[in-house]
């Protein structure tokens, strides 16, 4: 594109994810993470690095923080005072929420993050030239640096691994931003395919590298605006409207019994990841309860 | 102060022309760009293979193969293929009149080896890549061709040509365009058909990849933008 | 998928070619490189391999004892990932982290190439033949007796191999030894139920009471189990199921689950009494047993209040059918058997015999049924050592030298042993012993059957088959070395077979019939065989005994406190790790544990108050101590273990094996004290008890709690509602 083009349509490219005008037709890719289902076992992590050349990057580096699994399992204990037995662990898979409005596109200087027409949030490698500012302004942290030249990084691909590499994904090198993609390769065939027969992507086409491992089934993927697809069925169950920064369900006096929800919602970041709320059977009162 | 704006103005001035600038006609995007030569290990004649008949002297025209009768896996996946050497064989066994020729001969000894040259039996020949994108590109042939060959019933030899140049005039293939992402752009900044002219339903959603929705012109032709989603290519 | 009918071996000729010269379009950095890069065709096609689209294949995870139907993606000769078979009845498409993690396993560069025999210190690469040829020379005139066989879990052909080998010496001295296993429990089973693994429906039951089963992490067929425990969650008629979990250190289970009650370590089969008691619905033997064990009681020795042991009992009893199941914690002390039998008898009282605890269907052939085993073998292969008996010990898929306690002194008895040889993938503490190693196919690259031990749906037989080339010219698959030996033996028997595939080809063919490929023609039976990977038997399924006995079971007093060694030792074990034979695969040293969030190490984990009672803080490197030895790791304060217990994960702690496996973290298997259960004689891996002290060193602990640091700050970020509020069957 041109500059002038750039310019003259300079509001269009500042708001190109019109959270309230034209709707994604025909594709807006979103997820639903269901809590109660997530064990917190980590396989969708692992099958992260087997499908997006995920590297190593080993004990020291991971201490400066400089870990890249581009989806991570956080572990919270509950803090709602309550002891053990009725204390325990919630896990939350945390992966690029793929917002609607991101605040890490309109900070990047040289527009290497972007909004595609699905829905996603790209990030494109070559463009990248590593200034971290839009890790810098992820409210989900989910953005990882490549401080080192990874590929020639010892023990991180020996010759003998770089056979596992997935030839559809690039291997990112130093200097660049990574991110989770939705795994927009897989994405990319089946559209390809679904244009080729004239048709849109079906509902169960596509699964991404997480949802496909993910034992308990707690992670469900698909096109939002297909009426047909789990995913819109279950936003709309819910009452979770991808343009809404605050739910008309949380507005009412009365506490919702429905468990969807978007991490830090206020933002208006309007994420395209919800998720459900863990459910728990508690101990009925505080005061009856004794710790063991 | 007003030193000041001057400055300011003189920028935004620069910034303008040089926007005039970028927007004039890019001879870059158009233009032939021809690449290194490229030696084969056969001297492979894509001109006797694929060019057009010469009814004159037949001896010096070609036999107007389809470039997807060798490159096979160009309509159904990323990448064309090169053609696997039994495909060369299958032919070439049962063309006598060309058998003795010293390229035909150097095909035959990939095939069933050569032990004067350390080449063992249905070894593929090692062939140079000719049309090398950066590793962070990624071109699907099969979109390409569906579109054009199968949905506008193009010829093949113009939809291959489009980016590879007129290979049926060539001996071994050499890169005739630049292959650049401005290349690239050239084309999919056009309008471009959605619906196929004299060919099969393009399909109404034709423009899903596109920013824009398909604009009826006053031709009545509907058009739409190509993909400008950079994670179409690179990702 | 996968074309109906080809020849495989030349496809994989083909594929080798392609594999070897394929262009990593996904590596290497930016440069256009026309002219200089070579691009490679097949010189034979296929017509359903097509460059840059990948083909899935169907085979077997050999990762665990799970058996996992898998499902390979190659691409251009190379296998990318492994996901899980959607067809199969034990993960249905799903794949956990370890599983995924095959595929570093097969392309680890740390494996051992060539075949290895020991001169001094090193080892000297040697020809498979003069391997072979040394083998029958060691063997030559050595009695049965005298051989040992020390093996991991084994099911299937080879299984069947192996054992014709050893019926061919006479020899008895087949070691099934699994460091980490549920071999109490096993026997347990058999005793409360008349079969050792019955199946579990987890999704059928509206109340699962684990006493230590961690069914998600690491417990017999996690993928198997997680998957019912999404339905579970969703529950049966829209009542969520509910998940109650004892035990005095937190698994993965533990920290999912609605109610987790730490117990006093080893008091577990108190509390099974104590709810049998408190139920009152036992009669009989069962109530006997239970007798006495009234809730103050049950509360002072287990350390479970009265009103949660009230709660608890409200709820089995709303909640019906419910499943109670027996895992590792409840079995690793001197009354291991007892606990686990008390659980299970507390099955029985609940009618839930029948319910959520069916009999499992087993494949009609015995001889490849898994052949399973614990850690009781090694009291009797340290016996035979120690005595001197054994002149040539074998040793495959075990590393008993890592994995035995080190106070049973392994290591050095092995030294007694004449000729040792170890069939390895890696040079691993019990290869560096060996005398000759025999580098093996990974089990991506070779064939093979196996016949899971959980069986979770109709009886199977599972198909392993290479999902690409081999990598390394001189490794061979387990059944073909087998085979080679076995040919020494009685070439006449098999003369017929060249290798293994066509041994395996042929009893399959044998066997077709009973295999669902009645009437079908060889060739399309075995590309059936081959293209689903899953083979249906017509399997019988033996009726569980209904009855409640509880003749013999006595529980002994909770154990007395010990001065000098005040804490109790629970080794870890977690879902990646195992017993330490996955080390060396880097994504899973990367990953972090799910509880601590710890990577790349070992850790001990000490309940915040006893923390504070010694002065440790997190970080702070303190000794671990008990009778047999120490290990030295650093410090996690974790609110999920009993205050007077501690725990160091198993699987570290590696001298030996790799880049990514040594000198990482520390090994507790060292000072596990050898006291076993007394009725199956398996190490009581949770009877150890250990003093720990400060070394006055700290660290920074390597851990990923996320960017708040494991706070939500007062966010919603990980939400929950309580569950009657919800109404799960309303969601779509």
């Keep these: ?292 | 102060m007003h030193r000041f704006l001057r400055l300011s103005v003189l920028l935004m001035g620069l910034f303008v022309a040089s926007s005039y600038a970028a927007d004039a006609p890019s001879a870059r995007m158009t233009e032939d760009s021809l690449g290194p030569e490229v030696a084969q290990p056969i001297e492979f004649p894509h001109f006797r293979h694929a060019g057009d008949v010469n009814k004159e002297h037949p001896e010096k025209g070609g036999m107007q193969i389809d470039c997807m009768y060798c490159h096979t896996f160009a309509r159904r996946s990323a990448v064309a293929g090169i053609p696997p050497l039994q495909k060369c064989i299958g032919c070439h066994q049962s063309i006598e009149s060309v058998k003795e020729t010293p390229r035909i001969k150097q095909l035959f000894e990939y095939w069933e080896g050569s032990k004067e040259k350390n080449i063992a039996a249905k070894t593929p020949i090692p062939w140079k890549k000719v049309h090398d994108l950066p590793d962070f590109v990624r071109f699907n042939h099969e979109r390409h061709i569906q579109r054009f060959v199968f949905q506008q019933n193009r010829p093949v030899q113009e939809a291959c040509g489009y980016c590879h140049g007129d290979v049926k005039t060539m001996t071994v293939a050499r890169r005739s365009k630049t292959l650049s992402m401005g290349f690239c752009a050239g084309c999919h900044e056009k309008d471009h058909l959605v619906s196929a002219e004299g060919g099969k339903d393009a399909g109404n959603q034709a423009y899903w990849y596109g920013f824009t929705k398909p604009v009826v012109k006053t031709s009545g032709a509907l058009t739409a933008k190509g993909p400008n989603d950079c994670w179409q290519c690179h990702k | 998928m996968m074309g109906s009918s080809f020849d495989r071996r030349d496809f994989l000729k083909v594929l080798g070619w392609g594999g070897a010269a394929v262009a990593l379009s996904g590596c290497g950095n930016t440069s256009v490189e026309d002219g200089k890069e070579t691009v490679v065709s097949y010189s034979e096609p296929t017509d359903y391999m097509i460059p840059s689209i990948g083909v899935y294949y169907n085979s077997t995870c050999a990762q665990c004892d799970a058996g996992c139907n898998i499902n390979g993606r190659v691409r251009e000769g190379r296998v990318l990932k492994l996901e899980g078979n959607p067809d199969s009845a034990i993960n249905r498409g799903k794949l956990c982290g370890l599983g995924q993690a095959g595929v570093q396993h097969h392309y680890n560069p740390d494996r051992i190439r060539e075949p290895l025999l020991r001169s001094g210190d090193k080892g000297e690469a040697i020809t498979w033949e003069k391997a072979y040829a040394l083998i029958a020379e060691k063997l030559q005139g050595v009695d049965g007796e005298e051989i040992a066989f020390v093996t991991g879990g084994m099911s299937g052909h080879s299984k069947v191999l192996l054992e014709n080998y050893l019926l061919s010496f006479g020899c008895k001295n087949h070691f099934v030894y699994e460091a980490v296993a549920p071999a109490v429990v096993r026997a347990a089973n058999e005793k409360s139920y008349g079969v050792t693994m019955p199946r579990l429906s987890i999704n059928k039951a509206k109340l699962v009471l684990s006493f230590g089963a961690d069914f998600l992490g690491s417990w017999i067929s996690p993928v198997h189990f997680s998957q019912q425990y999404g339905q579970f969650r969703k529950g049966v008629d829209g009542q969520r199921g509910i998940l109650v979990q004892v035990e005095s250190k937190m698994t993965l289970t533990g920290a999912n689950a609605d109610r987790w009650l730490v117990v006093r370590p080893g008091t577990e089969g108190v509390l099974a009494l104590g709810l049998i008691n408190a139920l009152g619905t036992a009669s009989g033997d069962a109530a006997a047993a239970a007798q006495g064990y009234d809730k103050e009681r049950v509360s002072k020795d287990t350390g479970v209040s009265v009103e949660q042991i009230d709660k608890l009992v409200e709820l089995l009893k709303s909640h019906t059918p419910s499943l109670v199941l027996a895992g590792s914690a409840a079995e690793g002390y001197v009354h291991g058997s007892q606990n686990a039998a008390a659980i299970n008898l507390l099955n029985h009282v609940l009618g839930n015999v029948g319910k959520t605890i069916e009999p499992a269907a087993s494949v009609p052939f015995p001889q490849m049924s898994p052949a399973v085993g614990g850690t009781a073998a090694l009291t009797k292969l340290g016996e035979g050592l120690s005595a001197g008996k054994f002149k040539v010990l074998f040793n495959y898929a075990a590393n008993p030298v890592f994995t035995a306690p080190a106070s049973m002194k392994l290591k050095d008895e092995l030294t007694k042993v004449g000729f040792k040889i170890a069939f390895a993938h890696y040079l691993d503490e019990t290869a560096l012993q060996a005398d000759l190693v025999l580098p093996l196919d990974s089990a991506l690259e070779d064939w093979g059957t196996s016949v899971p031990e959980y069986m979770a749906g109709d009886a199977q037989i599972s198909v392993q088959q290479p999902l690409m080339e081999k990598l390394y010219a001189n490794t061979r698959g387990f059944g073909d070395i087998l085979l080679v030996l076995l040919k020494q033996r009685q070439s006449d028997n098999y003369k017929d077979y060249a290798d293994y595939y066509a041994y395996l080809r042929g009893a399959m063919l044998q066997n077709k019939n009973a295999l669902g490929g009645e009437g079908a023609d060889d060739d399309t039976f075995w590309n059936h065989s081959l293209s689903s990977g899953i083979l249906k038997a017509a399997g019988s399924s033996a009726a569980l005994s209904g009855s409640a006995s509880a003749a013999g079971l006595t529980l002994p007093a909770p154990a007395a406190a010990d001065a000098q060694y005040p804490l109790h030792f629970i080794p870890g074990v977690s879902a990646s790790h195992r017993d330490g034979r996955h080390a060396n695969q880097p994504w899973l040293q990367e990953s972090p544990d799910p509880l601590t969030t710890i990577v790349w190490d070992s850790w001990v984990e000490i309940h915040p108050k006893k923390a504070a009672e010694l002065g440790i803080v997190e970080g702070d490197i303190v000794e671990v101590t008990s009778k047999s030895g120490s290990i030295k790791a650093q410090a996690y304060l974790f609110p999920g273990i009993h205050p007077d217990a501690v725990s160091v994960p198993l699987g570290q702690g590696h001298e030996a094996m790799g880049r990514y496996a040594k000198g990482i973290g520390a090994n507790p298997f060292a000072i596990l004290d050898a006291v076993f259960d007394k009725e199956t004689g398996e190490l009581a891996m949770h009877e150890t008890r250990v003093k720990i002290s400060k070394t006055g060193q700290r660290v920074v602990v390597v851990k990923d709690e996320g960017p708040a640091g494991g706070s939500q700050a007062g966010k919603k970020i990980a939400a929950r509602l309580d569950a009657n509020h919800v109404d799960l069957s309303k969601e779509a």
């Design chain 1, 1 to 292: 594109m041109s500059v002038s083009n750039l310019l003259s349509n300079w509001s269009e490219f500042r708001h190109t994810h019109p959270v309230d005008d034209v709707p994604h037709d025909p594709y807006k890719w979103a997820m639903a993470v269901d809590l109660d289902a997530c064990t917190g076992c980590n396989a969708c992590s692992i099958a992260c690095y087997a499908e997006n050349n995920l590297p190593v990057v080993g004990k020291e580096k991971y201490s400066h923080g400089h870990v890249m699994h581009w989806i991570r399992v956080e572990r919270y204990w509950d803090e709602d005072g309550r002891e053990f037995p009725d204390q325990g662990a919630q896990f939350l898979p945390m992966m690029c929420q793929q917002c609607e409005a991101a605040p890490c596109e309109t900070v990047c200087p040289v527009g290497a993050t972007n909004h595609t027409p699905d829905g996603l949030n790209s990030q494109i490698y070559n463009r990248c030239i590593g200034s971290r500012y839009c890790s810098a302004n992820c409210p989900f942290k989910v953005r990882y640096f490549n401080w080192y030249d990874y590929p020639t990084t010892d023990d991180v691909w020996p010759a003998e691994m770089t056979q596992q590499l997935n030839p559809d994904v690039s291997v990112r090198g130093k200097g660049v931003m990574e991110k989770c993609t939705f795994c927009v390769q897989r994405l990319t065939v089946v559209k390809g395919n679904a244009k080729s027969e004239g048709r849109i992507v079906r509902e169960g086409e596509v699964q991404t590298a997480c949802q496909q491992a993910c034992p308990t089934g707690a992670i469900s993927f698909g096109n939002i605006v297909d009426p047909e697809s789990r995913v819109h069925k279950q936003w709309q169950a819910q009452q979770v409207e991808l343009a809404k920064d605050v739910q008309a369900k949380d507005t009412g006096e009365v506490a919702s019994d429905l468990r969807g929800y978007r991490i830090l919602e206020e933002l208006r970041a309007y994420p395209s990841v919800m998720y459900l709320e863990r459910v728990r059977e508690l101990a009925p009162a505080k005061s009856e309860h004794h710790s063991a």
